[in-house]
Every structure is written in C-alpha cells, then in structure tokens.
C-alpha cells in the first residue's frame, strides 16, 4: 500500500481529564510509518475516514512509558556549575543517545536531582481526534520522511 499523509485535529487530555494539548494552528499532518506520532495513535488514525471522530485511549506504557524512579538522578553540583539550573527549569545534556532534557526536581548546595523520565511519563492518555484529510504522500515527502504543507514541514 502507498504511503498517506494523515491530517487530524486533536485534543490531548490525562485521565483526569485536563487538557494538555491541542492542535490550535490547524490539523496536525504526518506521513504515515514514520513514528512521528505515538505508533498507538497513529494506528487508531490510519483507521479512520475522513470526517471521522474519535477518542483514543493511550495506556502510559505505550505512549511515552511508564515513570521511571532510575531516572531521577543526582548530579554533583560542580558537574552543572557552568550552566544554570534552577528548581522545575530544564537542563539540556549530551548523553551517548543524543541531546537529553532533563527537569531539575530539587537542589542544594551539593547535589542537583534531575528527572530525566518524559514529562508525560507514567500518564494514561486519552486523545480526542478528528481526521480532516488523508492523501497519498509525494515522492518528495517520502524521501524526505516527513509531510510537507500545512501542518507538516515548512521549507
Ligand atoms: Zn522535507
């Protein structure tokens, strides 16, 4: 089967219920196979018709996974004393697997713990979403692995 761009409009709430995101811009466009959405999602859309609605619930383990106590991490105050770091501020560090963001939690004089887990980590999910339009994608977009147009990339 040819790859899709899928256009959908959604909102993002946690189970209980607040919202936390939501397309507002316009429909959020992505091509199909590429893990640019939670693959959970991504499967319940590429299911739809267009026009359809839908609400998708996303356990937290299969969206952006379970909260993870060893994550939260102590680093020596010295090892971040060139940047600045504040309580409930985030801190960009290179790790082995790229740029990671972690959130300072607490701080004293000695110790800076860091939390390096999602901030969505160990949040059920639940997605109301509205698929606005499906096409096939351009050979341009498949080489490139992205949507182009409204809502996707922008060259
Ligand atoms: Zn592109």
Known sequence: ???????FNYTLKDNKGQV???????????????????????NEISSMLIGQKKNVKIAAADAYGVYDQAQVIDVPREQVAH???EVGGLV???????????KVVSMDEKIVKMDANHPLAGVDLEFDVELVDSR???????????????GGHHH
């Not at 050979?139 to 182009?148: C, I």
């Open 1 to 7: 089967m040819k790859k899709r761009v899928l256009s």
């Open 136 to 150: 096939e994608a351009t050979a341009e977009e498949l080489s490139h692995g992205h949507a182009h147009g409204p």
């Open 92 to 102: 960009q560090v290179q790790s082995p697997e790229g740029i990671q963001v972690l």
């Open 20 to 42: 936390l995101d939501a397309s507002q811009e316009g429909p959020l466009s992505f091509l199909e196979g590429q893990q640019q959405i939670i693959p959970a999602l991504e």
């Open 83 to 85: 940047i600045e770091v």
